[in-house]
């Protein structure tokens, strides 16, 4: 049950695009498609922004997607703007019941 | 509107024990798998523990088996944690949770603070 792992912080200019990787192992990326990612601003509770790896709950803007390869998630935010900023965290089934979320990435718009 | 409204943290000496309850509201509780996720200060999410919806199996991350019970009240819509055996190490924020898609958490409630300190 180790948290799976992030970059501590990525930044990127209003407009850029930035990617955020999560990196686990054949025990939960890896052997599920049960990933999501999580935006949290400071004091408050996370949101849904990706789950099943790629899919959007309605009302997140397609500027945020999501995709797997191997060990490894990424969470994409395009055309970056100021509300970005906050931080990200993915999350995995581990099997048998069990989860596991990543470090956490803080991302800063310039 | 899905609402999850957290009650019960505080301040606990090491060895103390806590009940957490959670309050859910605006989706038929009862249907639903729920989790209580925690976050120590300045630090990233963890997930504790989940429950499936008749309350017949529970599921724990290592660092609190054996000292948190997850339960849930499905006639009071009511989601609880009891921690007992409480160290420094659990202090943290938390979360009441809701799967929503398979393998997903969808709602999150707003989080109860539990600091463990003498």
């Known amino acids: 049950q180790s948290a799976l792992t992030q970059p501590r912080s990525v930044s990127g200019s209003p407009g850029q695009s930035v990617t955020i990787s999560c990196t686990g192992s054949n025990s939960d990326v890896g052997n599920y498609n049960y990933v999501s990612w999580y935006q949290q601003h400071p004091g408050k509770a996370p949101k849904l922004m990706i789950y099943h790896v790629d899919k959007r709950p309605s009302g997140v803007p397609d500027r945020f997607s999501g995709s797997k390869s191997g060990n490894t998630a990424s969470l994409t935010i395009s055309g970056l703007q100021a509300d970005d900023e906050a931080d990200y965290y993915c999350?995995?089934?581990?099997?048998?019941?069990?989860?596991?979320f990543g470090t956490g990435t803080k991302v800063t718009v310039l | 509107e899905v609402q999850l409204v957290e009650s019960g943290g505080g301040l606990v000496q090491p060895g103390g024990s806590l009940r957490l309850s959670c309050e859910a509201s605006g989706f038929t509780f009862r249907t639903y798998w729920m989790s209580w996720v925690r976050q120590a200060p300045e630090e990233g999410l963890e997930w504790v523990a989940n429950i499936k919806p008749d309350g017949s199996e529970e599921y724990y991350v290592d660092s609190v088996k054996g000292r948190f019970t997850i339960s849930r009240d499905n006639t009071k819509n009511s989601l609880y944690l009891q921690m007992n055996s409480l160290r420094a190490e659990d202090t943290a924020a938390y979360y009441c949770?809701?799967?929503?898609?398979?393998?997903?958490?969808?709602?999150w409630g707003r989080g109860t603070l539990v600091t463990v300190s003498s």
């Open positions: 949770a809701r799967f929503g898609m398979v393998g997903t958490i969808d709602y």
């Open positions: 999350c995995s089934y581990a099997g048998s019941y069990t989860y596991v």
